[in-house]
């Protein structure tokens, strides 16, 4: 990756899911529910809703780790644009590269003959 002129890189991070209240909280005491739950929406938003609270506490990060990790990228001369942190992190980002390149497959024609001639 070039360097820019002021000499900094910015280095998104996806951080794991991990053990502490910065992220438990979210699916623990901090977790807030509609009153009125749509139930179109119940396969979608419901079942991630579900999921979240069914993985609160089990997370898997580690902040001491995810640290060093950081670190470690900070130091380095070609970090990466983006550094996915644990499992979750790392298949949640390979999902949805394969969606995006299953639809640049199935509509790469229509695509293509967008354009002018």
Do not use: C
Request: aromatic share 6%.
């Amino acid at each position: 990756m070039p360097v820019p002129p002021s000499g900094k890189v910015d280095v998104g991070v996806d951080p794991p899911l991990r053990q502490t209240d910065f992220r438990t909280n979210f699916a623990g005491t901090a977790f807030r529910e509609a009153v009125r739950q749509l139930a179109d929406y119940q396969p979608t938003a419901g079942l991630f809703r579900n999921r979240m609270k069914q993985g609160n506490g089990q997370q898997e990060g580690d902040p001491a780790k995810a640290a060093e990790a950081i670190i470690h990228i900070a130091r380095i001369d070609n970090p990466p644009l983006r550094l996915p942190l644990g499992r979750i992190a790392i298949q949640t980002i390979s999902t949805k590269l394969d969606s995006v390149q299953a639809d640049l497959n199935r509509w790469r024609e229509v695509a293509e003959n967008a354009i002018l001639p």
